[in-house]
């Protein structure tokens, strides 16, 4: 597969290494690692499972951030395998968070609406920047494909959570914040299967 950044492309086992991107992946690490510990502190206090549900995703995200930095410019093969591990651990995230979910539904008690709204905003600022920011490579390789989708999934769920917030206002229960949570974890795992797909492709193509 062709990786084409800023107008070049590469062969299909190697990839330019675009200053850009690189400069990208490393403000989108630090938004992420940011983000992971104000939604695990306000998560707790508002009581809500979207909220804590979206900080171990902003924390995966900067695990994803990290590895697509130390795997820029390798072979194909390199690159397939971090994108596959990646891949794993969304869906491993995934599944996690279904598991909570239901757990809380049985469980949970109510959310604090202010919080989960305030926060779902500045969620929703941080993340929709750093897609604004990898916009022009969401057809790169499986590494890249990968990056671009965390972020834009992200900004869906922070939208989600935001409503979330609104909902747990009006109705006065928890089940719109237990929505929300399965809503993130179908999209991880959604994800991670579009993921490891492309990265089982390339890896075959690296080793033909």
């Known amino acids: 597969m062709s990786a084409c950044c800023s107008g070049g492309c590469a062969s299909s086992t190697t ?4 200053g ?3 400069r990208i992946l490393m403000v989108a690490f630090a ?18 499972t979207a909220l804590q549900a979206d900080a171990l995703d902003f ?4 695990a994803n951030y990290g590895i697509s930095l130390f795997v820029l410019g390798s ?34 008690t109510l959310p604090r609406a202010e919080i989960m709204g305030g926060i779902g905003l500045l969620a929703l600022a941080a993340n929709g920047s750093v897609t604004a920011l990898l916009y ?3 057809q790169g390789d499986a ?11 992200d900004s869906i769920a922070n939208i989600a959570v935001i409503i979330a917030a609104s909902g747990v206002f009006l109705t006065t229960t928890h089940w719109p914040d237990i ?9 991880n795992l959604s994800g991670a299967f579009q993921v490891i797909r492309r990265a089982r492709q390339e890896w075959r193509q690296a080793t033909a």
């Open 15 to 18: 990839v330019v290494v675009d």
């Open 20 to 22: 850009r991107y690189r």
């Open 31 to 48: 938004i992420n690692l940011t983000m992971f510990f104000v939604e695990v502190i306000s998560g707790w206090l508002a009581r809500s």
């Open 59 to 62: 924390f995966g995200d900067a």
């Open 75 to 108: 072979g194909l093969r390199v690159r397939a395998g971090a994108a596959l591990f990646k891949g794993g651990t969304m869906a491993l995230f995934g599944l996690w968070v279904m598991g909570g979910t239901a757990w809380h539904a049985w469980s949970g």
């Open 136 to 138: 022009a490579y969401r």
């Open 143 to 153: 590494n890249m494909r990968s990056v671009w989708l965390c972020s834009r999934n």
């Open 179 to 187: 929505a929300v949570a399965a809503i993130i974890a179908g999209l």
